[in-house]
């Protein structure tokens, strides 16, 4: 499968416990987004990075989450001190920029997470 | 703050109707509009972009777009219930999509 994949699909955990997400993009994707999307609303944007830089974060991402993509491919979203405000499905899209920009973003399954 | 909104719906139309699907959005520099389907469980796909004012057909999807409006539609012709899903409207910032909160489209036999 050469499409984004997302591990775990789902986790459940206790409030107060930390969680890591994993994403890995297409492979010669340089682009990789992270949105947060809950029942009955559209994706939520989280964060991006252009290769291995995180280049925005939005203003939702608050300091108990942070994400990283050392080396350019995969990412990672971890959340510290998980809320039951943190329930969503995490989901990681990616896309190849510079050429001819379709502007379509590839998104994997999602992480679904919930908080007790 | 960038917004986009949608009707949540849902909208309901019987097999072979046209099935519109209006947007509006409140950043005028925005130049890149997008809708995507989501089946209920599953991820968001990308089914029509457009960038300039006027109609894109693609098989049975029309997007349409008036800038000075600040208004996106879909129309789906000869609707089948496996178009059953939610459609999501985006539009596209300097470097990031904003989504609306979606519509809510059942196509009944």
């Known amino acids: ?116 | 703050q960038k917004e986009v909104e949608q009707n949540s719906g849902p909208l309901s139309v019987p097999e072979g109707a046209i099935a519109s699907l209006n947007c509006t959005y409140s950043d005028r520099v925005s130049q890149s509009f997008f809708w995507y389907r989501q089946y209920s469980g599953k991820s968001p796909e990308l089914i029509m972009s457009i960038y300039s004012n006027g109609d894109k057909e693609d098989g049975r999807f029309t997007a349409q777009l008036n800038k000075a409006s600040q208004y996106v539609s879909l129309l789906i012709r000869d609707s089948q219930p496996s178009d059953s899903a939610t459609y999501l409207c985006a539009v596209r910032g300097y470097s990031t999509l904003t989504f609306g909160k979606g519509t809510m489209l059942l196509v009944s036999p």
Not at chain 1, 9 to 21: A, C, E, M, S, Y
Not at chain 1, 22 to 45: A, K, M, V
Not at chain 1, 95 to 114: A, P, V
Request: contains cysteine; aromatic residues 10%; proline residues 3%.
């Open chain 1, 1 to 116: 499968d050469t499409g984004v994949s997302q591990d775990p699909r789902h986790k459940i955990t206790k409030r107060g416990q930390n969680v890591t997400f994993r994403c890995d993009p297409i492979s010669e994707h340089n682009r990789l987004y992270w949105y947060r999307q809950t029942l009955g609303q559209g994706p939520e944007f989280l964060t991006y990075f252009q290769n291995e830089a995180q280049l925005e974060k939005s203003r939702l991402l608050s300091d108990r989450f942070s994400a990283e993509r050392p080396k350019g491919s995969f990412s990672t979203l971890e959340i510290q001190r998980t809320e039951q405000g943190d329930s969503a499905m995490y989901l990681c899209a990616s896309i190849l920029t510079g050429g001819i920009d379709t502007g379509e973003l590839f998104f994997g399954e999602g992480s679904r997470l919930t908080v007790l």
